[in-house]
C-alpha cells in the first residue's frame, strides 16, 4: 500500500508524500476491502489537500480488492522537515 502512495505528489514541491514524511498509518480491513490512511500535511491549512486526497484515494481503490478507501487528516504531531526521507531531504535541499 505504502507503495503506491508514493505515487502521490505534493504538488507544490513535486515530492511524493511517503517521502516527505506524511503518512502516519495505512489501516487495511481484515478482508481487504477498505483502507484507512492518516496522514498530516506539510502546513496546516494547505490549499491542495483535497487535490492530494483524491490522488491518494484513486491509487488506492485501484489495488485489486480494495472497495473503498479513506484518508484521515492529523496535526499530531505536526509535520517536520526531520520527517522526510534522506532522499527527500536531499531533494528539498535543493529545491529550497
Same mark, same amino acid.
Given at each position: ?24 498509518? !495505512?489501516?487495511?480491513?481484515? #478482508?481487504?476491502?477498505?483502507? @484507512?490512511?492518516? =496522514?498530516?500535511?506539510? *502546513? ?26 479513506? !484518508?484521515?487528516?492529523?496535526? #499530531?504531531?505536526?509535520?517536520? @522537515?526531520?520527517? =522526510?526521507?534522506?532522499? *527527500? ?8
Amino acid at each position: 500500500m505504502r507503495t503506491v502512495l508514493m505515487d502521490v505528489l505534493d504538488p507544490e514541491i513535486q515530492i511524493d508524500v511517503v517521502n516527505l514524511g506524511m503518512i502516519y498509518g !495505512i489501516n487495511v480491513s481484515e #478482508d481487504g476491502k477498505y483502507v @484507512k490512511v492518516t =496522514m498530516t500535511l506539510t *502546513a496546516m491549512g494547505c490549499p491542495l489537500f483535497e487535490d492530494i486526497q483524491r490522488q491518494a484515494i484513486d491509487k488506492m481503490e485501484a489495488l485489486p480488492g480494495v472497495e473503498k478507501a479513506e !484518508i484521515e487528516l492529523t496535526f #499530531d504531531p505536526p509535520w517536520d @522537515k526531520e520527517m =522526510m526521507s534522506e532522499e *527527500a531531504k536531499l531533494v528539498f535541499k535543493y529545491l529550497f
